[in-house]
């Protein structure tokens, strides 16, 4: 079992930056794939980015890359999403998320969801 807490959400002018974190509790955290996902108003839930158990591979969308980058620290159980260059459209709540298996590239295999943090970003 893991339980996810993000924090460090908030709101910010257009071209800021925020960082994220999502602790994590249990002893199997290292084990797992983290994934960060957000979903605006009115959206579909969407893939952000996502880093193996050991932290040397990450992946990202199109539309954050170069912009966003994620990192974990096992020791900590904790992921983190830096933000950087923020855009109106980055405005969504923001949930990490923990796959435990095979195939993390999609949603549907994230085990555990944290309850979201509200990222808005204004014009």
């Known amino acids: 079992q893991v339980q996810l807490v993000e924090s460090g959400g908030g709101l910010v002018q257009a071209g800021g930056s925020l960082r994220l974190s999502c602790a994590a509790s249990g002893r199997t955290f290292s084990n797992h794939v983290m994934g960060w996902f957000r979903q605006a108003p009115g959206k579909d839930r969407e893939f952000v980015a996502r880093?193996?158990?050991?932290?040397?591979?990450?992946y990202y969308a199109d539309f954050v890359k170069g912009r966003f980058t994620i990192s974990r620290d096992n020791a900590k159980n904790t992921v983190y999403l830096q933000m950087n260059s923020l855009k109106p459209e980055d405005t969504a709540v923001y949930y990490c998320?923990?796959?435990?298996?095979?195939?993390?590239?999609?949603?549907?295999?994230?085990?555990?969801w944290g309850q979201g943090t509200q990222v808005t970003v204004s014009s």
């Open positions: 880093i193996s158990w050991s932290g040397t591979i990450t």
């Open positions: 998320a923990a796959c435990s298996g095979f195939g993390c590239n999609d949603i549907n295999k994230y085990d555990y």
